[in-house]
């Protein structure tokens, strides 16, 4: 992995999908690194490669069930965001 340096990202935040594992996990875990909140969606939110993102990540991590293919769940992990980002919880 590279080494991160915090970055001044203030309240920027980041959708990555297929946090499950590969680029989008290793992109996740990079990104919280550096400080953004990052909503990683993960085509199984109780599977593997979520639960080690809970155990490796900070808080800013927000784990979201997103299968790419399914306009259900887009439109649920887009309320998600949405009401997090209007909240103020992120």
């Keep these: 992995m590279l080494p991160a340096k915090r970055l001044e990202v203030g309240r920027k935040s980041v959708l990555v999908t ?4 590969g680029f989008g996990h290793a992109l996740a875990i990079y990104l919280d690194l550096l400080g953004f909140h990052v909503f990683a969606g993960c085509l199984f939110k109780d599977g593997e490669g979520a639960k080690e993102l809970r155990n490796m990540c900070s808080e800013r991590l927000t784990i ?6 399914s306009q259900i769940q887009v439109d649920n992990a887009l309320e998600e965001v949405n009401n997090k980002l209007k909240g103020g919880t992120v």
């Design 18 to 21: 297929g946090c499950d594992s």
């Design 64 to 69: 979201l069930q997103f299968d790419v293919t």
